[in-house]
């Protein structure tokens, strides 16, 4: 049996049922889709005579061919039609044209299909038969409907790019802060090593063999920032230390050497009052214990002195042997390599020494020669 427009007012809108909407388009395009002839003409009409740009056709497969090619802010469409009904045609858009807005109109007053159409995502629906001024009124709600949640979208993408530029300038502040505190406990621990008559480029040089073990050992990124750290800076308690102490060339006499060892307190006093260098400062304080406890200040032994000293005993041992001291000549890595060996478990954690021997000596020795090549260019730029 044919469907019969009933142009009968069955859904009376008043002001108080919501928002007051403005019932002239601003240029909206709507698409009507409806198998009955005199209805579709007489919404497309109506439509029309509002201001929408509107379009029709006569059922929901013939709708799914025009979207691809056609931004429609709008669709109002039968429930029940030949090949693809409402409900289809309503989950085909919010598949492929989210943003459109969907009326469902029916003849069947159902609270359930309502409930539904509108669960699936439609705007809202209008039942058979309905007036004119309710189908201008429904349309009018649901693109100021659309208009919002649109806006909305729009705000939060914008909120969105917002806090991603404002966390973009932040890192790079971080990123440059890290830099500058980088480049500032590289230059002080250089600044250090002019005070050592024997220990040109020691800093930097043991600095990097302590994160190379480091990492061997299994370090993670946060620790290998502290180790840096306290590699860089190891040496800042010599601050309190005179300088004819440390320039002297012949052996220490046990006065001074008892001076000497003040260091790593001094040190520690330093870098404990600054937050970020605290974890640091415990690996200053440590640097000169051994793993047998014959090392100071506090005469620390095996896991009571803190892992990243442990690791930096190793690669500092390295440095002091591979390289030329007024009392002592460097020796070969390979030498420095066995005396390493022998000391494990006295001197050295044994088995921070067995992560060191996993490591290639080339490895060690092309350390040296890049911090060596470093400092060759540093000196003929100053």
């Known amino acids: 049996m044919a469907k019969r427009f009933m142009p009968t007012i069955v859904r009376n809108l008043e002001p108080s049922e919501g928002p007051r909407v403005d019932l002239r388009s ?5 698409l009507v889709v409806e198998d009955e002839t005199l209805i579709r003409d007489i919404l497309v009409r109506k439509l029309k005579g509002l201001g929408y740009e509107c379009d029709w056709c006569e059922n929901g497969l013939a709708a799914l061919n025009l979207l691809p090619a056609s931004a429609y802010d709008l669709i109002l469409t039968d429930l029940m039609m030949p090949e693809l009904g409402g409900l289809s045609l309503l989950r085909e858009t919010q598949k492929f044209c989210p943003d459109t807005a969907v009326i469902l109109v029916t003849s069947v007053s159902d609270l359930n299909i309502a409930i539904d159409a509108l669960t ?4 809202d629906y209008i ?10 009124v429904v349309v009018a709600r649901a693109l100021e409907k659309r208009r919002l949640l649109l806006e909305n979208r729009r705000y939060q993408q914008h909120l969105e790019e917002e ?4 966390t973009k ?3 790079e502040a971080l990123e440059l802060l890290q830099q500058t505190y980088h480049s500032t406990l590289l230059a002080l621990g250089t600044a250090l090593d002019s005070r050592d008559a024997d220990s040109d480029g020691h800093a930097l040089r043991v600095t990097l063999y302590t994160l190379r073990l480091a990492r061997q050992v299994g370090a993670s990124e946060a620790d290998l920032k502290t180790i840096e750290q306290g590699a860089l800076l190891h ?9 004819d102490l440390l320039r002297k060339p012949e052996k220490l006499s046990e006065s001074e050497w008892q001076l000497m060892r003040l260091h790593p307190e001094i040190g520690y006093r330093i870098l404990s009052r600054i937050s970020f260098l605290q974890d ?5 304080l440590n640097h000169q214990e051994k793993y047998d406890g014959t090392g100071y200040p506090a005469g620390l032994r095996g896991n009571e002195v803190v892992l990243s000293a442990r690791i930096f005993a190793v690669a500092d041992t390295l440095d002091c042997m591979t390289t030329d001291r007024p009392f002592q000549r460097a020796v070969t890595f390979e030498l420095a390599r066995e005396e390493i060996i022998r000391v494990a478990g006295t001197q050295l954690d044994p088995a921070i020494v067995g992560k060191f021997l996993e490591i ?3 490895e060690w020795k092309t350390i040296a020669q890049e911090v060596k090549a470093k400092a060759k260019a540093h000196r003929q730029v100053s």
């Open 280 to 284: 640091a400062a415990k690996m200053v």
């Open 163 to 166: 806090v991603a530029s404002r």
């Open 360 to 362: 290639p000596l080339d």
């Open 26 to 30: 601003p240029g909206f395009r709507i």
């Open 120 to 123: 699936h995502g439609a705007y």
């Open 127 to 136: 039942l058979k038969p309905f007036s004119l001024q309710e189908v201008s």
């Open 169 to 171: 300038q932040f890192r």
């Open 235 to 243: 040496d800042i308690g010599k601050i309190g230390v005179p300088d």
